[in-house]
């Protein structure tokens, strides 16, 4: 028989705060390099790109309101997608770019093509790629104008869904950012890597019950960072089951306007709640009407502390345990945990395998088919 631990995607899932610390370590011990590195492009008005395809994408989405306060605070995000199919809606030969390349394998077309389509479109370009492979083809390219790093090798996820290869890839990223005081940033991570740990064994089997539940539809929301950790939720709950569930994500004043159209008797409403009390406000606003005009398969919160909320109406709520005056740029990672062992619960309550759920084929682990065209 099969148990839940035998299976690639819940252990990367449960490696996620070691991990994290380990990622840490790794950005402390370059510290020199790093700082160098960034300030040799910053000090020159080089903007800085965060882009990925995909969960990787996401990355950026999340990070980009996060970073506002750091030396990355004027970054933009834009996934390689765009990048490649329109370089120069973006750049051009006045640009200069300092271009964040998220990827866990490094080997899909759209990393290498992304590089490509800067170098040639904008004027100047940089590249710093933080990676999970050490063999992947981004990884071995070399440059003056690179800076590669490479995250702990379990974090090169062997399971189809993007997992600990988010979350660490998120916090380096972050840590970059803050790499001319990185020593003061130990303690944040810490924090967030044993918040998160007691939080999954905690909730872990309350989150299984849910995924138990015969929803068919589940709505992902949140405000700020938080909405671009809906986003990823969103996919890892729907690739994770093969498009069994259909699921969407939006902020949550967003959603009135056109989305909550989708809010159904066989839907699952999962809110990501800001630990800003002035952002809550609206948050409760939004679960009060919701509460009283739908009828839900099941709701869940997720919230820093459940004594802040002036609303608690739900079927499951999950705290954090996270301190106050957490950065919105490691605090985000500690509420994916929740979406990405919905997933993996439930692609087991469908009958799939996890590490591999996709039976049309229609997603691999490394994106194929795709030609690239100068």
Same mark, same amino acid.
């Given at each position: 028989m099969i148990m839940t631990y035998d299976y690639y995607t819940y252990k990367e899932i449960r490696q996620q705060p070691r991990v994290w610390k380990e990622a840490y370590e790794i950005i402390l011990s370059?510290?020199?390099?790093?700082?160098?590195?960034?300030?040799?492009?910053?000090d020159l008005g080089y903007k800085v790109i965060l882009t990925g395809a995909g969960t990787s994408a996401y990355i950026g989405d999340a990070l980009e309101p996060a970073l506002h306060d750091t030396i990355f605070g004027n970054a933009a995000a834009i996934a390689t997608t765009d990048i490649i199919t329109c370089p120069e809606l973006w750049f051009d030969k006045a640009s200069k770019v300092l271009l964040v390349s998220f990827a866990r394998s490094g080997n899909s077309p759209e990393s290498i093509g992304a590089v490509r389509a800067a170098e040639k479109t904008a004027g100047e370009t940089a590249h710093i790629f933080i990676t999970c492979n050490a063999s992947g083809q981004l990884a071995q390219m070399k440059g003056d104008n690179i800076l590669t790093i490479l995250l702990p090798p379990e974090t090169n996820d062997?399971?189809?869904?993007m997992t600990s290869s988010y979350s660490t890839m998120f916090i380096a990223c972050a840590l970059i950012a803050h790499i001319d005081d990185i020593e003061s940033q130990?303690?944040?991570?810490?924090?967030?890597?044993?918040s998160v740990q007691k939080a999954m064994d905690r909730y872990e089997d309350a989150i299984k019950d849910i995924a138990a539940k015969?929803?068919?539809?589940?709505?992902?929301?949140?405000?700020?960072?938080?909405? $671009?950790?809906? @986003?990823?939720?969103?996919?890892?709950?729907q690739e994770l089951t093969d498009g069994r569930v259909m699921c969407s994500f939006d902020s949550f004043l967003g959603f009135r306007h056109g989305p909550k159209a989708i809010v159904n008797p066989?839907?699952?409403?999962?809110?990501?709640?800001?630990?800003?009390?002035?952002?809550r406000r609206y948050e409760t606003d939004l679960m009060k009407q919701i509460a009283a005009g739908n009828k839900l398969k099941a709701s869940i919160i997720v919230c820093r502390d459940a004594s802040e909320l002036a609303y608690s109406d739900c079927t499951l709520c999950i705290e954090t $345990?996270?301190? @106050?005056?957490?950065?919105?740029?490691y605090g985000g990672v500690a509420y994916v945990f929740v979406a990405q062992l919905l997933g993996f619960f439930k692609s087991l309550d469908c009958g799939l395998t996890p590490d591999a759920p996709s039976v049309s084929g229609n997603i691999s682990r490394v994106v194929e088919g795709v030609t690239l065209y100068d």
């Open positions: 370059r510290k020199s390099e790093i700082q160098a590195y960034v300030h040799k492009y910053l062997l399971s189809l869904a130990k303690a944040a991570v810490d924090v967030v890597a044993d015969d929803f068919k539809r589940a709505i992902f929301l949140g405000s700020g960072t938080l909405k $671009g950790v809906a @986003e990823e939720s969103r996919l890892k709950l066989d839907s699952l409403l999962v809110y990501l709640v800001s630990p800003m009390a002035s952002v $345990g996270l301190p @106050e005056g957490i950065p919105g740029c």
